[in-house]
């Protein structure tokens, strides 16, 4: 995908998740009973304004796209009527203040349970849970898996994705904990094996886990022809198009798709010379994988996958679709699943147990929106849902200037009867802005970071 695509794509992520949060703000405000004098997406110079309602609301859209507020009539900002005092946020009761805070985190969460439940009933192809031969000296060789073993269920819970293992399988992996595995071989053959997560390293749970143990998703021998060519991907600007099949790599001939894909994973950046058929003529081409970096690990990678003969997709796929409630109650799972991860990933990032590289900031952001709108809008609105689990999870953090630190000021206020001191408040915001500007630093130095090192 190009630069310009990119910063689109994440600035429409942005404005989403920014309307989104903040509509949760406005909207229990005036609920509340509360006037609203501003919504604004963005900070600082107003680009776009208009004033619309009976209170003439400013509907604003800022210069500065990183966030956006809603300024409420308040008399500790300016002098506010007094036919208008009973509308003011300051004299509202403490429950009403805390519901019109909490509301934008809430809001964020609903909008990843909306779309996830939206995604359910649309149904989606996903892998099922067949396991290729694992590598030796793994924990998964460790345990008794084979090559073509399907997984059905872990822990004594039925799963029937490769997405639900992996996630199953990453949840004990960050918490150090054995996982046992109900498979059952080609021949219908049940077993039970136990994979000892109990020495899995915690800083290393951002990789990808299931490799790093040894689960891999079976994938039976397919010729080195092409199928899809992702647009703007490395394939694409070399010259390469469906139905290629390579014949050579470097002069060394190319057998099946996978021998394809091992080598231009080792050679992240570097030319390679193919040998191409098409039509019946051999062509030679060169391309330049593009260079990924991924728990520390650089590959190749050049936006191509296989020509899947007939009847490939139904041995391997599964097409997931369920109800409406069914749909609701598991996006409210999925979310609520994410949400508890996120918290444990940065409970072990505070004691020191998960590595702060893995924080990441805008620039990182935006190449994950450029990525998952290249892949089609079914990957853009996961990512969607993805970063606005984050966001809400991020704000009800206790941290002063956060949603989450006027949320621990006003249950201070209701376990005490009243309001803490301007002062408390005074020195919290130094505190809070200085823990701020400390993350955003780890941020844009793993940014950084990852734009030197690929």
Known sequence: MSFVQTVLAFIVALGVLIVVHEFGHFIVARWCGVKVLRFSVGFGRALALWRLGA??????????????????LDEREGPVPPAELARAFNRQSVWKRFAIVVAGPLFNFAFAVLVYAGLFMYGLPEARPILGA?????????????????????????????????????QAALQREPVKLDTEDERGHLATVTLDLRGFPSNEVETDVLERVGLRLYRPPLPPVLGQVIAGGAAEKSGLVSGDRIVALDGAPIDNWEAFVNAVRSHPGTALALTVERAGRMQALEVVPESVNAGGARFGRIGAGPRQPEGYSEKLLIRVQHG???????????????????????????????????????????????????????SYLTFLALISISLGVLNLLPIPLLDG??????????????????RFMELGQRVGLALLLVMMAFAFYNDLNRLLTG
């Open 134 to 170: 694992p590598p030796a000296g793994t924990v998964a060789a460790a345990a008794g898996i084979h090559a073509g073993d399907t997984v059905r269920g872990i822990d004594g819970e039925a799963i029937g994705t490769w997405q639900e293992l992996r996630w199953r399988v990453l």
């Open 324 to 378: 409406p409630m069914a749909s609701l109650v598991k996006a409210s799972a999925k979310t609520t699943d994410i949400a508890l991860f996120s918290l444990k990933m940065l409970g072990k990032m505070l004691v020191g147990e998960v590595s702060w590289r893995h924080l990441s900031g805008p620039v990182t952001i935006a190449d994950f929106a450029g990525q998952s709108a290249s892949l089609g809008w079914v």
């Open 55 to 72: 209170d003439r609301t400013e509907w604003v859209i800022a210069a500065i796209p990183f966030g956006g507020y809603v300024k409420m």
């Open 405 to 422: 630190g006027h949320l621990m000021y006003y249950a201070i206020e209701i376990i005490k009867g009243r309001p803490v001191s301007e």
